[in-house]
């Protein structure tokens, strides 16, 4: 099954461009370690990058990289058709 969403990158000024003309009611903007990534619907051309396929989108959207809640990612992921991020778990080392 394809997913009805696609991840690419976009610039900040696209992102506040398509913000004051109101068409992103439908993406997620992730800000990440390599700049901003948008999970937008497929044919809605808001990003300007390639889009990335499902194991660069499965790398990309991690805790590691984007600065975001894992609320926010985790629907990103979904949208994408990929897992949800699990959890984080401490470990406790014993000295």
Request: aromatic residues 6%; negative net charge.
């Amino acid at each position: 099954m394809h997913s009805k969403f696609q991840a690419r990158r976009i610039s900040k000024q696209r992102i506040e461009f398509l913000r004051k003309s109101g068409r992103m009611k439908d993406a997620i903007v992730l800000d990440s370690f390599s700049g901003f990534l948008i999970v937008e619907p497929v044919g809605s051309d808001l990003g300007e990058g390639d889009v990335l396929d499902a194991t660069e989108a499965d790398f990309e959207l991690n805790t590691a990289w984007c600065l975001t809640t894992r609320s926010r990612l985790n629907e990103a992921r979904k949208r994408l058709g990929l897992e949800r991020e699990a959890p984080s778990e401490a470990i406790a080392l014993e000295v």
